[in-house]
C-alpha cells in the first residue's frame, strides 16, 4: 500500500499535534506508510520527540502552509503549500490517500481543482459522523457544497450508504432524507418529487428525517444540502456547548453543589467525549477522485491519529472504486426508467 | 383591552395545563381578560381545580379539537373546533390575540386562511427565542414556510427587528443574517446579493451569521429560510437532550459519580431550565393579521402562562401596527432606489 498521505502543517495545533497523533497511530497500526508534508526543519525535531518509526513515516517536504483562514484564491496561490504538495503527491499515484484537518474550503476547493470529481459523480459532498448515543449517524453534505439539486442529494445517498457499509460495517444502512417533517408529503412540491426519487434509489431508503434525527439513532445516513447540514452541525456543537456552560456554572453555585461536582468530574469528561470530535476524527470527502479526509481545526493528536485510522480503512476497503460503482448501477437503473421517470 | 382567546385543546397536556397556566397567569397579572376556548364540560370543572377570576376569564365553548397530529386539510373542516372558533373570535374584533400551544402547522395554515397577512407583509414567519447563556437570540424562520425569497428574508428582519425591539425591549437589536461562514462573500451568488440588500435594510444589519450564533449571543436576530430554522431548532434540542442523557449514563456509573450527582442535582435542574421551553412559553407567528403566540405541543403550565404574557406584552406594544410602520419605510426606501437596485 502506497503511504497515506498527511497534512502535517494544517490545524490549529499543527504541526506539534499532528506528529503526536501519527506517533500513536504507527505505535497501535504498525506496518502502515505514512508520508508528512510540511516544513521538515519543523517536524524533525518533532519526529524525535514523539517517536515514529523511520522504515514506516516518511517526511515531504513543503516550505508553506494554508493559514486556517486564507480563502481559496489565495490557498490557490500557494503552490509550495503542505496542502498543495500533498495532494499533488496522491495525484501522482505516490500516495494512496490524503488527511488534512487544516482549512477545510481550502481542503475541499483544492481536492476539486487537482483530482476532480470521481467518474458518475456530480458533486462531492462532506460526510460527517455524529454522534447518537449509541454509535453513529452518517451525516451528508455538512458543507462542501449548497444550492445542491436533487441529483446531487441523491448521489450523497448513495456514496454516503457505500462508507457506511465499507467503512463502518454496517449492513445495508438506513437513510433518511432531511425535511421538516415525518410524512411525505412535506416539504413542498420538489421535496415531495425528491421523495418519491429516493424511493427508486438502490439504498435502504426509510423516508423523511427530521433535524433531532441527525442525533437520534433512527437512521444512519441523514441527506441534506451542504447549507442546512452546515448550520445544523455548527448549532449542534454550538448548543451542546451552551448546556456545558450552563450546568458548569449552576454546579459553582454553592458549597455542596461544588463537592458533588467534584465527585462526579470524571463523568463530565466522560460524556463530553459522547460528543467530542477529537474521538471521531476526520471525516471523508466523498466524490472526489481520491481518498480525502478532512476535520475540524481544533483537532488535537487523537483525531489525526484516528483521521489516519480512517484513510487506511477507507483505503482498504477499496472505498472509491465501490463508490463508483453504486454511481454507475444507479446510472444503469435510471437509463431503464421510462423517460417521464427521469 | 379585548381579552387575549387561549386555545384550550391544544397541546399535549390540554386542557388541564392550560387551565392551569391560566389560573398563574390571573394571579400574577391581575386585571388581563383571557377568553378559555374548549369543551365547556371539560373546562368547568378545571377552573374549579385551578381558580381562575370569573371577571376577568370567560369560556367561549368549541366542541371539537384539532388533534396534534392531523394535517392542515383535516383541521381545516373541523369549524367547531377551539382553534377554528377561537381564530374566529380575533377575527369578529372580539379579543385582541390568540394563543395555541397545540398543532402547529394547523395555526400557521389557519391564521393563513381566516386573518391572511399584515399589509406590507409577503410572508409570515415563526420566531423562536434561543437562549444563548446571557439573555435570548430571536431565531426567524423556524419553519412557517419553506424556500424563501430574498423578500421574505427581508421581511423576516425587519419583523423580527421590531417585535424584539418592542417586546423583549432591546434597543436596535443586531440583526445576522444565516450563511455558512462570517464573510461577506459566503454562500454563493444569492447570498451575496441578500447580504448588500440587508445592508440597506433599516434594520441594525451586523453581517453573516453562522449556525453557532444561534447561542452565541452575537446577535440579536438571526434569519433564516424555515427548512434550515426548522432543521437547526430540532437538532439543537436533540444534541442538548444528547449531552444531558450522555451525562446521566455517565453519572450513574460508580457510587462515587452516583453521590456526586446526587449533590450536584440541583443544578442539573437549573441548567436544564436554562434550554427549558417551558421558561419561555410562546413564540410569535409574525406578519399575519393579527397578534398570534404559538409553541411547543409539550408544553406545561408555566408554558401557558408565558405564551399568554407574550400575547399581552405584543398587545401592549400595539406589535402589529408597528410592524406595518416598520414595512412600509421599507417599501418607501425601496421606492427610492434606482431602478438597476431593485
Not at 22 to 39: H, K, N, Q, T
Amino acid at each position: 500500500m502506497k503511504p497515506i498521505v498527511v497534512d502535517a502543517m494544517g490545524g490549529d495545533y499543527a504541526p506539534r499535534e499532528v506528529v503526536a497523533g501519527i506517533s500513536e497511530f504507527a505505535r497501535e497500526v504498525p506496518g502502515v506508510s505514512v508520508a508528512l508534508v510540511g516544513d521538515e526543519a519543523a517536524l524533525r525535531p518533532l519526529m524525535e520527540e514523539y517517536p515514529v518509526p523511520p522504515e514506516t513515516v516518511t517526511v515531504v517536504h513543503a516550505p508553506d502552509t494554508v493559514g486556517m483562514c486564507d480563502d481559496f484564491r489565495t490557498a490557490r496561490k500557494k503552490k509550495e503549500s503542505s496542502m498543495s504538495v500533498g495532494l499533488e503527491v496522491v495525484k501522482k499515484g505516490e500516495g494512496s490517500a490524503f488527511v488534512s484537518l487544516g482549512n477545510t474550503a481550502a481542503v475541499v476547493g483544492l481536492t476539486h481543482v487537482k483530482w476532480g470529481l470521481l467518474e458518475g459523480v456530480s458533486r462531492a459532498g462532506i460526510a460527517v459522523p455524529m454522534p447518537n448515543g449509541k454509535g453513529f449517524t452518517l451525516a451528508i453534505d455538512l458543507g462542501a457544497n449548497v444550492g445542491a439539486k436533487p441529483e446531487h442529494l441523491f448521489g450523497y445517498a448513495v456514496m454516503a450508504s457505500v462508507y457506511c457499509e465499507k467503512v463502518f460495517g454496517v449492513e445495508s444502512p438506513r437513510v433518511g432524507l432531511l425535511n421538516v417533517g415525518e410524512e411525505h408529503g412535506k416539504g413542498g412540491q420538489a421535496m415531495r418529487e425528491l421523495y418519491t426519487m429516493f424511493e427508486k434509489a438502490p439504498v435502504n431508503f426509510q423516508g423523511n428525517a427530521e433535524g433531532g434525527d441527525f442525533f437520534s439513532g433512527k437512521f444512519d445516513v441523514v441527506v441534506c444540502d451542504g447549507f442546512v447540514g452546515n448550520a445544523v452541525l455548527k448549532a449542534a456543537e454550538s448548543a451542546a456547548d451552551l448546556v456545558m456552560r450552563a450546568l458548569k456554572e449552576e454546579l459553582g453555585a454553592g458549597m455542596i453543589r461544588k463537592l458533588g461536582a467534584l465527585l462526579a468530574r470524571n463523568a463530565f469528561r466522560d460524556a463530553k467525549r459522547h460528543m467530542d470530535y477529537s474521538e471521531r476524527g476526520g471525516t471523508p470527502l466523498l466524490g472526489v477522485n481520491g481518498i480525502c479526509i478532512i476535520g475540524h481545526g481544533r483537532s488535537k493528536a487523537p483525531a489525526f491519529k484516528n483521521a489516519v485510522r480512517i484513510a487506511h480503512q477507507a483505503v482498504k476497503a477499496d472505498l472509491n472504486n465501490m463508490i463508483t460503482a453504486g454511481m454507475s448501477s444507479v446510472r444503469k437503473e435510471h437509463e431503464k426508467l421510462p423517460a417521464a421517470d427521469k
